[in-house]
């Protein structure tokens, strides 16, 4: 055969150590802290409510290439309920496009919004999709690397400054920020919103993480002074209601921008999940007193995991936000996340992740795992029991 198969956009994103971990997993019988998916399932009303649309017949044929109004107008309404005191609503007409996931909704907007040669900067360590999205958009990714201060991960903007240049078309923006738990502070936000203005930059925004904020508060950057007419915001409903299966997410923007988002869009997946775009629809109008549960619950488990890993022996990050936290292995006599995390199965029976595969800088964040709370207490406080083994 020539030419390797796989092109050359995609040549480093060819494996992942993800698979050889999931198997290790399986082989041993292991309590999975790696991937990020909910043990439990979002709440039974919002599963009846998916039954009823297939049932009944909505969604089973080609909804809307916007989405279903139903959920757009539901989505509408959510932003107004939770930052609409912040000034920040969209038209579900023209201003709201519900895609495949937040995963979809960023590379769509990647792919809309960069032209090849544009450089992107991007927070590392990076959600997993974020650098081979970028590459398929034909961009230059720029990372800004979030370094650990006064016990947490935080953003250095002298850096973030630093690494705007003309070539420069958006930051793609994380907050709450997986894999680090950091949550951007209204003066971070601030200054970054200072920055896209003056420099005349877009901004993509996930903030898939928004209801799930323990210590501090989300605050989406289009709400700032400038930046609604520059920033595409985008959410989904897999971790704010516990169906990471669905795949209902959602990109809001004023329409200029957001008819680039939808023409990529469109030819990715056109429209996706008919019947549990009705189901979300119900679940964005949950009461109050679900977003706090679902807070207040992964309050508890962060708390009971964090605790459980530094009785374990490693250091760990405050967490402010996300399902995530961050680890220093290196106080337990290890130094390589990789073989550290590819090791664990056998030693204790709990696979994490080496934070490591998602930087660019890999040497830098080598000492580093990342162990997922959003499982049942039970299983957590099985897994960090396992964890104490590894020292006595
Ligand atoms: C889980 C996750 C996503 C993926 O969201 P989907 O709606 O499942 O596509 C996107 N961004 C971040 C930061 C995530 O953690």
Not at 33 to 61: T, Y
Not at 235 to 255: H, L
Not at 330 to 356: W, Y
Request: proline share 6%; aromatic share 8%.
């Amino acid at each position: 055969m020539g030419r390797p198969p796989l092109n050359s956009r995609l040549a480093e994103f060819g494996t992942t150590i993800f698979a050889e971990m999931s198997a290790l997993a399986v082989r041993t019988g292991s309590i999975n802290l790696g991937q990020g998916f909910p043990d439990v399932d979002g709440p039974e009303s919002v599963r009846e409510a998916a039954v009823r649309a297939l049932r009944d017949g909505r969604g089973n044929q080609y909804p809307p290439g916007p989405g279903v109004p139903e959920l757009r107008e539901a989505v509408a309404a959510h932003q107004s309920r939770f930052y609409g005191e912040l000034g920040l609503t969209y038209d579900p007409d023209t201003e709201i496009l519900v895609t495949a996931g937040a995963t979809e909704a960023v590379a769509a907007s990647l792919l809309g919004l960069v032209e090849p040669g544009d450089e992107v900067i991007a927070l590392e360590p990076y959600y997993d999709s974020y650098a081979a999205s970028i590459a398929l958009a034909g961009g230059t990714r720029v990372p800004v690397t979030l370094r650990p201060r006064d016990g947490a991960y935080a953003l250095d903007l002298d850096e973030l400054r630093d690494a705007v240049t003309d070539r420069t078309r958006l930051i793609l923006l994380n907050t709450p920020h997986n894999p680090t738990g950091t949550v951007l502070t209204r003066d971070e936000l601030a200054a970054i919103a200072g920055l896209c203005v003056e420099r005349d930059l877009l901004a993509v925004t996930d903030e898939v993480y928004e209801h799930l904020v323990y210590d501090g508060e989300h605050l989406p950057l289009a709400s700032f002074e400038g930046m609604r007419e520059r920033t595409v915001t985008i959410s989904s409903a897999g971790k704010t209601f516990a169906f990471t299966g669905w795949k209902v997410g959602w990109a809001m923007a004023p329409p200029e921008l957001l008819a680039a988002v939808r023409a990529a869009k469109q030819y990715l997946t056109y429209v996706a999940s008919g019947p549990f775009q009705y189901a979300i629809a119900e679940a964005l109008a949950l009461p109050d007193t679900y977003y706090e549960g679902l807070r207040d619950d992964l309050r508890t488990k962060r708390d009971l995991l964090s605790a459980g890993l530094r009785d374990a022996g490693f250091e760990v990050f405050r967490s402010a936000g996300t399902y995530f936290i961050t680890t220093d292995i290196r106080p337990l006599g290890a130094s390589d996340g990789i073989d550290f995390c590819l090791s664990l199965p056998e030693r204790c029976g709990v696979v994490a992740v080496p934070t490591q595969v998602f930087y660019d800088h890999q040497p830098e964040a080598a000492h580093l795992v990342r162990f997922a709370f959003c499982k049942r207490e039970e299983v957590l406080r099985d897994a960090t029991s396992r964890l104490k083994g590894l020292t006595s």
